[in-house]
């Protein structure tokens, strides 16, 4: 027996018990004649002690030679410590060794294994399972089972089955590049790994499983935008003979039910706003509602005024930042830079300083009067105080650079607090966007689909203001959940891999096993996934998913630790039947989407 207990469990009500534990050698304080030891585990840290006129010499030597991250094993009495630590949940006790057994030995870490550590990320993934050891790493991993346990239970007691699909499959389309893996069996055949599981849970649909979820892998080979993983983690889900009313209520419950389990939040019904209310209002297709700053056209009002920047644009459009009548000029300058950036790409700002005492400021006096900044207050809904921000241009991309200035300020202000929840249903996407590099129609969501009903009558006429019957879940700004009610009969499914410009050919031989599967019998059904990862972090309180993942990739799709991707060997690219054969320039030239 290794253990008769673990390092977090012994406390004052053990006192006197003879006891064995296991685990790592966190710390050692060596005063000559007594010796410390911090012993650790998952599940805590103990004290040990060995004392020269308790322990016998050789024990004495033993545990001198004791280095950090040794694995040892101990037998011993628990006694009450002197001087105790409140902190911990062992803190009263300490474990009076009298034997002591070296499991393993340890070379020095690269760093240092306590909450806080000395080493940096890089290091850090390089000896990942050096960092898991650490508690702020453990216990979020711990933190991430606890979610999934919630989702598995509220998912089967609503009737759920998770069932497993596969990974060696067909593209599906998500609008991202596959990953791909060789045939040895099949020559010059290659599998694509799933970006999502999305065809095979439409196909369990067909074969009557009626409500199905899996917690499940899967693989987007895009740019590392911040904080994406090549391989990340979906709740996804699939129900039939539901409409989004259906798909929408009980996946709120899900996350209501997360919320209260997990951060014991209690949440108001999710507000529902469609996604041409939330571009206007936000200019994003994920607000963040936690504050307000909500958008206000002002055409009406800006232009005409012989301000020429402004009469030339399509969208004026401004915030009124909260308490910011009182930024400096420089902190002015400083937001006109930030805009200006080449990741943000506006033209400039304009403002107008609401001040305290009800007068009014702007960067653009020469043109507008105190009266004219004063209709800009009442639309912007600003208060004395406050600072009118505005952009003009071009309306979509205007709408994209204030919303990126608005999430900024967000940050900067502290506006954007981790214990604050606010989810939200946007709704009504549009079915398709026009991509003007390939001149073609794109889904925006995927190509299963389902326009709305009463859209149907612009499929003929027009298709890029058609309305999707697609939903997303957003929480705090992030879009933790997206999903849509699906196309389930073969003639429109064809009709839509029309729009999206497939020939009937091209759409039989990547989606025919679906259309087939469509003359079946498929009844109506509609789906959602969340991002996993995403989901947790946010319920944790935290931005970075990385944590949140046991071994996570680099921002260039590497794992630092085991050193992938890698180079095959001759042997096993024969045995695929592949030559390589590096081209130049392969990154740029041969990945288009
Ligand atoms: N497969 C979709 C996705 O990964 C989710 C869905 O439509 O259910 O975004």
Same mark, same amino acid.
């Given at each position: 027996m290794y253990r008769s207990h673990t390092c977090g469990e012994l406390n004052a009500a053990s006192i006197g018990q003879e006891v064995k534990l296991s685990g790592w050698v966190q710390k050692i304080r060596d005063k000559g004649f007594m010796v410390w030891v911090d012993l650790r585990d998952r599940y805590g840290i103990t004290q040990l002690i060995f004392d020269e006129e308790r322990s016998s010499k050789e024990l004495m030597e033993k545990a001198q030679k004791l280095g950090r991250e040794f694995v040892i094993q101990v037998s011993g009495k628990v006694i009450e410590r002197e001087s105790k630590n409140t902190n911990i949940p062992t803190g009263e006790i300490e474990v009076l060794v009298d034997e002591v057994n070296i499991l393993n030995t340890s070379l020095t870490?690269?760093?240092?294994? &306590? #909450? &806080?550590?000395?080493?940096g990320e890089d290091l850090r993934m390089k000896y990942r399972y050096l960092d898991i050891r650490r508690n702020p790493v453990k216990n979020k991993l711990k933190f991430r089972h606890k979610v999934g346990m919630e989702v598995r239970n509220y998912l089967s007691n609503q009737d759920f089955v998770e069932v497993e699909t596969p990974y060696l499959i067909k593209s599906t389309p998500e609008g991202a590049r596959d990953f791909v893996v060789p045939s040895r069996m099949n020559e010059g055949q290659f599998y694509a790994l799933p970006q999502s599981p999305q065809t095979f849970k439409q196909l369990l649909m067909v074969g009557g499983m009626d409500k199905y979820f899996q917690i499940v892998k899967c693989f987007r080979d895009e740019d590392l935008r911040a904080d994406r993983q090549p391989e990340f983690t979906q709740i996804d889900c699939e129900m039939a003979f539901v409409e989004q009313e259906d798909i929408l209520n009980i996946f709120e419950g899900l996350t209501r039910h997360l919320l209260k389990e997990i951060n014991g939040v209690d949440v108001a019904e999710f507000p529902r706003m469609t996604y041409s209310e939330a571009m206007k209002k936000?200019? #994003?297709?994920?607000?963040?509602?936690?504050?307000g700053m909500e958008f206000a056209e002002l055409n009406d009002l800006a232009k #005409?005024?012989?301000?020429n920047v402004f009469d030339q644009q399509e969208l004026v459009v401004g915030i009124a930042v909260p308490g910011a009548a009182s930024f400096t000029r420089k902190e002015i300058d400083k937001l006109i830079s930030w805009v200006k950036r080449p990741q943000v790409g506006a033209n400039g700002l304009v403002w107008a300083k609401y001040n305290e005492d009800g007068t009014l400021k702007s960067s653009v006096d020469k043109f507008y009067s105190e009266e004219d900044l004063k209709t800009w207050a009442e639309a912007t809904s600003a208060k004395p105080g406050d600072l009118i921000l505005l952009m003009a241009g071009d309306a979509n991309k205007t709408r994209t650079q204030l919303s990126a200035l608005r999430m900024h300020l967000g940050n900067e202000l502290g506006l954007r607090k981790a214990d604050e929840f606010a989810p939200l249903w946007v709704v009504d996407f549009p079915l398709l966007e026009w991509d003007e590099e390939t001149n073609r129609f794109h889904a925006m969501h995927h190509p299963f689909t389902s326009p709305k009903k009463e859209d149907f009558a612009l499929l003929e006429t027009k298709l890029g203001e058609v309305r999707a019957n697609a939903y997303d879940l957003v929480l705090n700004g992030n879009e933790i959940g997206g999903g849509s009610i699906r196309i389930h009969d073969k003639e429109t499914q064809e009709k839509m891999f029309d729009y999206l410009g497939f020939t009937p050919e091209e759409a039989k031989a990547q989606f025919g096993f679906l259309m087939d599967a469509f003359q079946y019998g498929a009844p109506p059904h509609g789906g959602i996934a969340f991002g996993f990862d995403r989901l947790v972090a946010i319920l944790g309180g935290q931005e970075s998913i990385r944590d949140f993942i046991a071994f996570p990739k680099n921002n260039n799709g590497r794992d630092v630790m085991i050193d992938a991707p890698a180079k095959l060997d001759e042997a096993q690219l024969k045995e695929l039947h592949l030559q390589v054969n590096y081209l130049e320039e392969t990154s740029k030239n041969s990945q288009g989407k």
């Open positions: 870490p690269p760093f240092t294994i &306590e #909450n &806080e550590t000395d080493g936000y200019g #994003n297709d994920k607000p963040d509602i936690r504050f #005409n005024k012989g301000f």
